[in-house]
């Protein structure tokens, strides 16, 4: 059963080394992640899935101690999602042509700077076009995995609050980002299970799949919500919320 969530962004400006110069500008947003991940510590799960945007290749799960880089954005940065298994093939994700998507390789460096050794950490990669009914099922399975579940959902909102967005301006954005705010700080799973995926494609949000794989796995769970962060620097809107 799911006992705790943590949402967060996933931008890779989020790591300081990848911001350089700008890096202060997210000191709030960062202190925030360090906050929503010390209440999924104090939740004391047995198992930890980081569910994340992806690519297709880098879409289904991602086993723990899968490597992931910043070389992609010119920093010698390397991090692992969790420890590896030393048993295993999928220890060795980097010979295998198979590494983190950017979401859960930003995932696995707030894990790193917070300390995380509280639980196995398993990753999965989203794609955008995953239907909410999808969404909704897989988030299902995994609060069934174990006894106490927690989420870590890296994503997010609208990529179009202002004219030098990344998606540039679109009037709809602001109401949007204000809906999945307030349902993600309410933990409103209906809510979150009725978002519109259409429009959530048409304004960018990479949050929306793995939001709804929240919803699902929060079902039935009685978790309470607070949202912890919200702001839209460089036209992208930024979330963070803990469910316990």
């Known amino acids: 059963m799911l006992v705790a969530a943590a949402v967060c962004p996933c931008p890779p400006l989020l790591v300081p080394d990848v911001a350089v110069g700008a890096a202060p500008e997210l000191d709030v947003a960062r202190a925030a992640c360090t906050d929503a991940l010390g209440l999924l510590a104090a939740s004391r799960p047995d198992l930890l899935v980081v569910v994340g945007p992806a690519e ?83 988030g299902e399975g995994i609060g ?59 304004l960018k949000v990479s949050g929306r799949a793995p939001w709804q794989v929240l919803a699902g796995a929060a079902e039935g769970a009685g978790l309470g919500g607070a949202l912890l962060y919200e702001d839209a620097p460089y036209g992208v809107g930024y979330l963070v919320a803990a469910w316990s």
């Open 56 to 138: 297709q290749r880098g879409r289904g799960p991602h086993p723990a101690g899968t490597r992931g880089s910043f070389h992609g954005f010119g920093v010698d940065l390397d991090v692992r999602l969790g420890r590896a298994d030393p048993a295993s093939d999928a220890s060795r994700p980097r010979e295998s042509g198979r590494e983190l998507p950017p979401s859960l390789a930003v995932a696995g460096w707030l894990l790193d700077r917070t300390g995380w050794s509280d639980a196995p950490v398993e990753g999965l990669g989203v794609g955008e076009p995953l239907a909410a009914e999808r969404c909704i099922e897989v």
């Open 144 to 202: 069934a995995r174990a006894g106490r579940v927690a989420l870590l959902v890296m994503g997010d909102a609208s990529a179009c609050r202002t004219l030098k967005a990344p998606g540039y301006l679109d009037e709809r954005a602001a109401g949007f980002d204000a809906e999945a705010a307030r349902a993600l700080g309410a933990a409103d799973v209906a809510a979150l299970k009725a978002m519109d995926a259409e429009l959530a494609q048409e």
